[in-house]
């Protein structure tokens, strides 16, 4: 199985510290155009499939990168994520710095092309995974659940994440990731600071995400 080679595994280690350092320290005024980094304003504005795992109102964000590469190039890897499966795309160094014992893998893996409605997907080792709620081959994988599940309780806001494929042309795409959540359903300061620090950290960590999916399905396309 084809992982990350060492000295990208370094660099881009490298690179998530100063980004995230910079992204933390400045979030007060880059959250403007970061947390919709990439996207426009149809994007932002249209209501997508994984919208409907949670209540409305619910804040939202849309990030998106164009791949130069089909949907169907690219849907083979984002079909893969996943702790235990391809990886989440993202700075390895950081996830194994938070006990997240995670190897990208570089290649298309036949046994991590099927995904179905239900399954769960681990983020964490320690931490129950993420069901998914919805799949539509070369379209969408949503995260999340209806109704009240284990993750809606009074502290913990339910939420959906969702990565979404658009065909642009016969050899191109957009791939975009959007995050739904409620409103805090209780208002302590230490859920407020938790909160505050996971969007700038989601930001960083899907970024990565976005373009190391970029990169190779444009590097072993069509």
Sequence with gaps: MTHRRWLRFAAEGVEGVVVLLLV????????????????????????????AFV????????????????????????????LGRAGFYSYELLERLVGIPVRNV???????QSLRVGDEIK??????????????????????????????TPAEPR?????????????????????????????????RLGMALEAPIDFVMEQRMLRTVRRLAEAHGP
């Excluded at 155009?33 to 304003?41: A, E, M």
């Excluded at 209540?55 to 996943?82: I, K, L, N």
């Excluded at 320690?126 to 809606?152: N, S, T, W, Y």
């Design 24 to 51: 933390l320290g400045t979030w007060p005024v880059s959250r403007r155009w970061l947390r919709n980094w990439g996207s426009t304003v149809a994007e932002r504005e249209r209501v997508w499939s994984g919208d």
């Design 106 to 112: 570089e290649r298309i893996v036949p046994e991590y």
């Design 159 to 191: 939420r959906s994440w969702s990565i979404y494929l658009e065909s642009q042309t016969a050899g191109s795409c957009r791939l975009l990731l959007r995050g739904c959540i409620e409103p805090l359903r209780r208002r302590t300061w230490l859920r």
């Design 55 to 82: 209540a409305t109102p619910h804040e939202a964000y849309t990030r998106a990168v164009d791949v130069a590469a089909s949907v169907d190039a690219v849907w083979r890897w984002v079909v893969q994520f996943g």
């Design 123 to 152: 983020l964490h080792p320690q931490a129950p995974g993420i069901p998914v709620a919805a799949v539509a081959r070369g379209k969408h994988i949503c995260f999340g659940r209806l109704g009240d599940g284990p993750e809606a």
